[in-house]
Antibody
Framework: QVQLVQSGSELKKPGASVKVSCKAS????????MNWVRQAPGQGLEWMGW????????TYAQGFTGRFVFSLDTSVSTAYLQISSLKAEDTAVYYC????????????WGQGTLVTVSS | EIVMTQSPATLSVSPGERATLSCRAS??????LAWYQQKPGQAPRLLIY???TRATGIPARFSGSGSGTEFTLTISSLQSEDFAVYYC?????????FGPGTKVDIK
């Protein structure tokens, strides 16, 4: 069965960096795009962008350029989200989500990774 | 970019009753619309895609309708496990933004 398993919660100080992983299993990793979605405490879902798992080419939503980097390690079927120069407002749950069969819906989601930025 | 709105923000429903949630797009998204359910502390779950197709394993009490700019998610008879927040998302145009959500709580 399809599973996306994300790395555990992180507590970071402002200015530090964090790297969140999303390990996929149960399907051919390079056949489906991977998206990243942010959810700030008590807020809705915010689409951050996606990465083409075949080419490694990332696309970032407005507001997620510069400090946010999507990457892959296809040898272990894992996608990564790295955030640098962390700010308090980056405190959120970050989800990876697989894009469905060419249509655009997000059919499988990771369990989420809470990143807390606090001094 | 396409702006998604959802109404109402909160819907209070008794178990066994019908719930009707609305989603509106600022311009046509054809039938490229999905609905997700999110319970507290959990990841979102895909319910409906293509405006009206139930995702794998989703009970028949969930149904979606609409096209263009107006969409509806109907839960025919609310069960206790259905009290959650529901989000719509368009994926017809980039970026594939979500609506702000409708919280369905117990009346």
């Amino acid at each position: 069965q399809v599973q996306l398993v994300q790395s555990g919660s992180e507590l970071k100080k402002p200015g530090a960096s964090v790297k969140v992983s999303c390990k996929a299993s149960g399907y051919t990793f390079t056949s489906y795009a991977m998206n990243w979605v942010r959810q700030a405490p008590g807020q809705g879902l915010e689409w951050m962008g996606w990465i083409n798992t075949n080419t490694g080419n990332p696309t970032y939503a407005q507001g997620f350029t510069g400090r946010f980097v999507f990457s892959l390690d296809t040898s272990v079927s894992t996608a990564y989200l790295q955030i640098s120069s962390l700010k308090a407002e980056d405190t959120a749950v970050y989800y990876c989500a697989r894009e469905g069969d060419g249509s655009g819906e997000f059919d499988y989601w990771g369990q989420g990774t809470l990143v807390t930025v606090s001094s | 970019e396409i702006v998604m709105t959802q109404s109402p923000a909160t819907l209070s429903v008794s178990p066994g009753e019908r719930a009707t949630l609305s989603c509106r797009a600022s311009q046509s998204v054809s039938s490229n619309l999905a609905w997700y359910q999110q319970k507290p502390g959990q990841a979102p779950r895909l319910l409906i895609y293509g405006a009206s197709t139930r995702a794998t394993g989703i009970p028949a009490r969930f149904s979606g309708s609409g096209s263009g700019t107006e969409f509806t998610l109907t839960i025919s008879s609310l069960q206790s496990e259905d009290f959650a927040v529901y989000y719509c998302q368009q994926y017809n145009n980039w970026p594939p933004f979500f609506g702000p959500g409708t919280k369905v709580d117990i009346k």
